[in-house]
């Protein structure tokens, strides 16, 4: 019997973030026949839609609360229970994102379920919903099932691909949601970063070490990044030596990326950095020292200085796009 499965739609800039689309596949994966419910926040609720509908949502709420326009945890864990109680949904696909990571514990809490945080892959097997979590800091993996009440799980980005959106009817509901004794005021949002793609998100990483030895050096790093279309990132290291912003770090204890192509150079490939891109379907290593750890998990690896190999990658690079 299929279940009714309720998706937050995350927005950024005006538009939906992949990992909306992606947790709508998710979402189809175990809906079984059942209903999929995508949710929206802000004034530009309504103009999502449409998209929401093309990549599976059967329906729509649309909370064009202004005071929903930038996430705060008082206003969105408000709205999204009042949906809750009205929809009554037997699953719920949260994005493993900083606003589903902050709100989905508060939600299952509220509630008294579990959570599945942080899943890679979703399958429907004998009628059930698998879903698998990297554990051990993606050295082992878990497949997980919730034996009864809601089924609720955070996906991680860029780990079940969207699918292709088809042109179908979608019904939209304008619900309106009471938000009482609000206690946090978003004012203005201040990007450290002026990266060019979503880190989270990117298909593409370019990671710079303490090998690229100063801030300049992390412009080269953007350079070939804009060549692939990519974002960069750091490790711990660089963003100690100030090399970079904190918020460019991937690691155990900053983000976690899985793009089809991560670079790494001048990294060593200590363990509480392969935590955060172990998982990338393709790594390249860029080191001038052969025994580096990165190399024992990269793809492809190139001994050498980075500020030779790189020029030269970018070189050829800019030679197949011509042709």
Do not use: W
């Amino acid at each position: 019997m299929g279940k009714n499965i309720l998706v937050i739609a995350e927005a950024r800039e005006g538009s939906l973030r992949n990992v909306t689309m992606e947790a709508l596949a998710a979402a189809k994966r175990i809906a079984n026949g059942g209903e999929i419910v995508a949710v929206s926040f802000g004034s530009q609720a309504a103009n999502y839609v449409e998209t929401l509908g093309n990549y599976g949502a059967n329906k729509v709420y649309t909370l064009s609360n202004p005071q929903l326009d930038t996430y705060t945890t008082d206003a969105y864990f408000q709205a999204i229970m009042q949906v809750i109680d009205t929809v009554k949904p037997e699953a719920m696909i949260f994005p493993h994102t900083g606003i589903g990571k902050d709100l989905a514990p508060r939600i299952a809490a509220r509630l008294g379920i579990g959570l599945v945080s942080d899943v890679i892959n979703v399958e429907l097997k004998d009628g059930e919903a698998i879903f698998t979590q990297p554990i051990y800091a993606g050295k082992a993996f878990q497949k997980k099932k919730v034996n009864e009440g809601i089924i609720f799980a955070t996906l991680r980005p860029n780990n079940i691909p969207a699918d292709q959106p088809i042109s179908s009817s979608v019904e939209a509901v304008d619900f309106t949601v009471d938000l009482k004794d609000i206690r946090t005021i978003v004012k203005e949002v201040v990007r450290k970063t002026s990266g060019r793609v979503d880190l989270s998100e990117a298909k593409v990483v370019v990671s710079g070490g303490r090998g690229v030895k100063s801030a300049d050096g992390f412009n080269l790093l953007q350079d070939l990044a804009d060549i692939l279309g990519g974002a960069v990132g750091a490790s711990r290291g660089a963003c100690d030596a100030e090399y970079c912003d904190y918020s460019l770090q991937i690691g155990q204890t900053g983000k976690v990326v899985t793009p089809d192509l991560y670079i790494a150079a001048g990294i060593s490939g200590a363990i509480q950095h392969l935590a955060g891109m172990s998982s990338s379907k393709v790594i390249v290593a860029i080191n001038k020292d052969p025994e580096a750890p990165i190399f024992q998990v990269a793809d492809y690896g190139i001994v050498g200085d980075l500020f030779d190999v790189i020029p030269l990658l970018m070189e050829e690079l800019k030679k197949s796009v011509v042709s």
